[in-house]
């Protein structure tokens, strides 16, 4: 009697070396018994795939039908060849193994033969069998036949014992007599089939009855559950690459020594990597040894350098944790508001184990167990290990410390023009987080420029230093048919975008309109409320503004001017695309979950585009009060200041960024993003969705 600790060591290891070694002796046992192969293909990640086309293939060559049955694991299709003959379709969809389809087929076919043939075989018998009855008369057949319990009852027991059918005496019910039938009757036809039909029935009812997991022996009672098990797991390594850089951190796990017991544990398992996919490691279990070597009293580096060294399957001796409660994934997704480069962090606990992404991928984070290292994919990533990437705890405090040492570092100038008010302007209103100035330009504040309104108050810039976007949870929003959601042209003052917006209006009146704007001043002779502006007194303007009704205003020469969040619904709602060119502190305002905004950011092309595109084009200055000039170089500056200024506070709350060089081109750019918003469905905050 062996041992316990022998004894349980050879369960777990004969549970995994079937997974790994059955399939070149199956495929052998095949070859000789001209037999089908009735292989369980472990859940060894990427062994899986390897040994499953073995055995399909070695089955082939010998003719013989193969039946691989693969674990519960989708990417290697448990029921494979036999899931190709019971669920063709499920098999087509698996794209990993390769296997030739109509091969496939024809074993279908053959299927579907055999089956007949045994159904032909036994109507002939019962025939014979009520002959001989009537007649009065016996035989051996018959005798088989009316057995106790009749045809009937023979039927149902078959099916609740169906790994004794092959080896039933009875010949009325042995699948290989039947068979043998089949194959005489088979010979004398032109057309013979080539596979051994019974091993392809023995096979397909193998796997159809789920009758492929090795029988383990029963755990003798007298064995202690308390003693230390301990299991061998085996694993391939892979090269899978992960996006441009890196590789498969070996086997999908992070080590790292445990501070109590100074032993080397199982840290991190990475979603779906091997060892997450082979269901067989756990994190907290301790590792023993690596391909026979003991790592007892070994740090990780060593652990590590064994693995780098190794090829193909590596062999952990590993003693469980207590707890092995499953990793699920979470279905948060995120939209990252930063760029990450796993290569470039020097506290990521395992470089290769890093997800790169860049600022605006959306990314499905599958686990937030760890408080400062999460673990993701990016969305649509067909690669299926997760990364690590920085939790957004653990984000925040580096931008903040970043921050910090660079307003040390920077002289003030520099601090000024990104991320302060460049000129304060006298405030309009109490509530400085909804008060908007439009402008920051020379021309505003010598309030040259009378086309524009000029918006006001400049607190809101200290507001937008608070905030640190890292990460925003985000869920898909389906586009609803005649319910378009705003869109919002946001750019620096004379990059465009009234221009765009002139020329999206006049290819449909009907489909593109802007709100129309309230003021206090009083109506001018021949001016229509509701035409030009919504007329309003100053009082109940001021009353509407406290209440946040306005998405932004300003005053301009004693009149306050402003858009209103109720005409912009109101657009929405009678199924126009609102179209809306706001200043960009208008944002915060417009971007809830009941306009549900599209944002555009129109960002300036480099000085020398910017400026040879507007000349080219006799392009008028909107810094000139009567836009009777163009612009001067002075302003094209001006332009791409605003514009770093507005990427460095706002880039995060951009849905799109289009670059206005060649008018014609953007003007295209933008018909296919708003078409995009129309028909597709698209990212969206989740608390808009919810
Ligand atoms: N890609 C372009 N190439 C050449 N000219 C352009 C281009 N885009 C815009 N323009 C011209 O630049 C001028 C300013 O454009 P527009 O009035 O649309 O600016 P804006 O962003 O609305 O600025 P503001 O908010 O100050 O009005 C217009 O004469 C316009 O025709």
């Known amino acids: 009697m062996p041992s316990l600790r022998e004894y349980k060591d050879r369960v777990e290891f004969r549970r995994e070396s079937i997974s790994f070694s059955l399939p070149t002796r199956a495929a052998g046992k095949a070859r000789r018994n001209d037999q089908a192969v009735v292989g369980r293909v472990g859940n060894g990640a990427e062994a899986n795939e390897g040994c499953a086309e073995r055995i399909v293939r070695g089955a082939f060559q010998h003719g013989t039908g193969a039946v691989a ?115 005489r009757r088979a010979s004398l036809r032109p057309r013979r089939p080539r596979l051994g039909n019974a091993g392809l029935l023995c096979a397909h009812d193998a ?46 796990a992070t080590i790292k020594t445990c501070e109590i017991t100074g032993k080397i544990v199982i840290a991190r398992i990475m979603h779906g990597g091997a060892a997450d996919r082979s269901g067989l490691i756990h994190v907290g279990d301790e590792v023993c040894e690596v391909n026979g070597i003991s790592v007892e009293g070994k740090t990780p580096s060593f652990v590590l350098h064994i693995l780098q060294n190794s090829e193909g399957t590596i062999t952990f001796k590993i003693v469980p944790a207590d707890s092995k409660s499953g990793i699920r994934e979470s279905k948060v997704r995120v939209k990252a508001h930063f760029s990450y480069v796993a290569a470039d962090d020097p506290y990521i606990p395992c470089k290769e184990a890093g997800l790169d992404f860049v600022k605006g991928d959306v990314l499905h984070i599958v686990s937030q167990d760890d408080a400062y290292w999460w673990q993701a994919r990016r969305e649509g990533d067909r690669n299926m290990r997760a990364g690590l990437i920085p939790s957004r705890a653990l984000q925040e405090r580096r931008i903040l410390l970043e921050r910090k040492e660079k307003e040390k570092e920077k002289p003030e100038e520099d601090n000024i023009s990104l991320c302060s008010v460049p000129v304060p302007l006298p405030a309009l209103c109490p509530r400085p987080s909804t008060s908007l100035h439009a402008s920051p330009t020379k021309c505003n504040l010598q309030g040259t420029k009378t086309k524009k309104i000029i918006y006001d108050a400049a607190e809101n810039d200290d507001f937008d230093r608070e905030e640190v976007p890292t990460y925003e949870e985000v869920a898909k929003l389906y586009p609803r048919p005649g319910l378009y959601r705003p869109v919002v042209l946001i750019g620096p003052p004379g990059v465009g975008r009234n221009e765009l917006k002139r020329r999206l209006i006049a290819t449909d009146t009907e489909k593109y309109k802007t709100p129309v704007p309230y003021t206090s001043r009083p109506p001018r002779p021949g001016e229509i409320n509701g035409k030009e502006y919504h007329f309003m007194t100053r009082e109940k303007m001021e009353e509407d503004i406290e209440a946040g009704k306005f998405i932004e205003y300003g005053e301009y020469k004693g009149n306050l001017y402003g858009t209103s969040s109720e005409s912009v619904s109101s657009l929405v709602n009678a199924g126009y695309v609102c179209l809306l060119s706001p200043h960009y502190q208008a944002l915060k305002m417009l971007r809830t979950p009941q306009l549900r905004p599209y944002v555009i950011y129109v960002k300036p092309p480099t000085f020398e585009v910017l400026k040879d595109t507007r000349n080219e084009a006799r392009a008028r200055s909107t810094f000139d009060e009567s836009n009777s000039r163009g612009f001067t170089d002075e302003e094209f500056h001006e332009i791409l200041h605003s514009a770093e200024r507005i990427e460095f506070l706002y880039s995060h709350l951009f849905d799109e960024v289009i670059v206005n060089a060649d008018l014609s081109m953007t003007f295209e750019q933008l018909i296919n993003a708003i078409h995009r918003v129309e028909s597709e469905p698209l990212w969206v905050p989740a608390s808009w969705v919810q």
């Open 207 to 252: 796997v159809a009855q789920k009758d492929y997991y090795p029988r383990l022996p029963d755990i003798p009672l007298e064995v202690d559950e308390d003693e230390e098990t301990v299991k061998i797991v085996q694993l391939v390594k892979s090269n899978e690459p992960l996006g441009d850089a890196g590789v498969e951190p070996i086997v999908g």
């Open 69 to 183: 049955a693969a674990s519960e694991k989708r990417e290697v299709r448990a029921s494979f060849i036999g899931g190709a003959l019971v669920h063709e379709k499920g098999f087509l969809s698996c794209e990993r193994v390769r296997v030739h389809l109509p091969r496939v087929r024809r074993i279908s076919e053959q299927i579907s033969y055999v089956r007949e043939g045994e159904r032909n075989r036994r109507s002939q018998q019962r025939e014979r069998d009520t002959l001989t009855r009537g007649s009065g008369g016996s035989s051996s057949s018959s005798e088989t036949a009316s057995s106790p319990g009749g045809p009937s009852t023979r039927r149902r027991r078959r099916s609740a014992r169906p790994r004794q059918k092959y080896a039933d005496p009875d010949p009325a019910i042995a699948v290989s007599d039947t068979c043998r039938l089949n194959e």
